[in-house]
């Protein structure tokens, strides 16, 4: 394996990590790397990911013969902004695009891998509509809605009675509070809460996915624990998406059991394992 830094883009402002198996694996995967992972910035986070997930996944993926491209978004990291007066979305996709021209002009790969955690998952399956050199997506806990089999898992669960007797006691505990003991702990709660990302609306990612699957764009959804209150089955994505022909294009993973940002060794060993095996099927089909 090797790791190598790497600058992109107008005047090299975009700074990234280039991860490239050996060449022994190389040859025995038959060039398959021609297909690259190219991993997107989760919110505000550098190259290395939550809790270094990015880089252990790169470092897996050359083991597996997989080459892996980590980059700063413009404005984070080591990556200069220079569109300010474009929006977010505008910048984004912008910046993916001069990561997938690198990668096409400099390194010969044509056929591109796009992998992101919450924002990071929602910036690659936008951009997956805009360039058909994206064959596939891997999307990390984003955009979720809940459905009516959604509701009848729930009920039928443990976790209903988990949270009826939870409810019970905060509303027992609001109870007790006085009026100023309330307004300190609400004002307590905002301060020590972290930005709240908005996944994209149903309407949005119904017409994007419908776009993708006319493109033949594969793509892969992993649920973890984080997005209990929204989602409790892998089926869940096809319930979500109810009208749109995935053409068996699309599968997913549900870990209920692993934190959003995979705090544990154990938890990035499970996560990425599951990301290896979605690729691996991809070329093995």
């Not at 443990?158 to 509303?171: G, H, P, T, W």
């Amino acid at each position: 394996m090797l790791e190598t830094t790497c600058q992109f883009g107008e005047k090299k402002r975009l700074h990234g990590i280039l991860t490239i198996p050996s060449v022994k694996k190389e040859q025995d995967g038959n060039r398959q790397q021609k297909n690259v992972l190219l991993l997107i910035s989760a919110g505000f986070l550098s190259t290395s990911g939550p809790f270094r997930l990015y880089t252990l996944l790169a470092r897996t993926a050359a083991d597996y013969g997989i080459t892996t491209l980590r980059f700063d978004l413009g404005g984070l990291g080591n990556s200069e902004q220079i569109h300010s007066d474009w929006n977010l979305e505008k910048r984004t996709r912008h910046d993916i695009l001069q990561a997938v021209n690198y990668l096409s002009v400099e390194h010969g790969y044509d056929n591109f891998t796009l992998c992101g955690l919450c924002s990071g998952a929602e910036d690659s399956f936008r951009y997956a509509k805009y360039d058909k050199r994206v064959v596939a997506v891997i999307l990390i806990d984003p955009h979720c809605y809940k459905t009516m089999n959604y509701y009848w898992r729930e009920f039928f669960s443990r976790r209903m009675l988990i949270k009826i007797l939870f409810k019970v006691y905060q509303i027992y505990k609001s109870m007790s509070l006085s009026r100023t003991e309330r307004v300190r702990e609400t004002k307590t709660s905002h301060e020590n809460s972290l930005i709240d990302y908005q996944y994209m609306s149903l309407e949005k990612s119904k017409a994007i996915l419908s776009q993708l699957m006319n493109q033949g764009t594969l793509i892969h959804y992993i649920y973890t624990g984080a997005v209990l209150e929204l989602f409790n089955d892998k089926k869940q994505v096809v319930e979500m998406f109810n009208g749109v022909d995935f053409n068996g294009q699309v599968s997913a993973d549900y870990l209920p059991d692993i934190d959003h940002t995979q705090i544990l060794k154990e938890d990035k060993s499970v996560l990425i394992s599951h990301i290896i095996k979605a690729i691996n099927s991809w070329q093995a089909g």
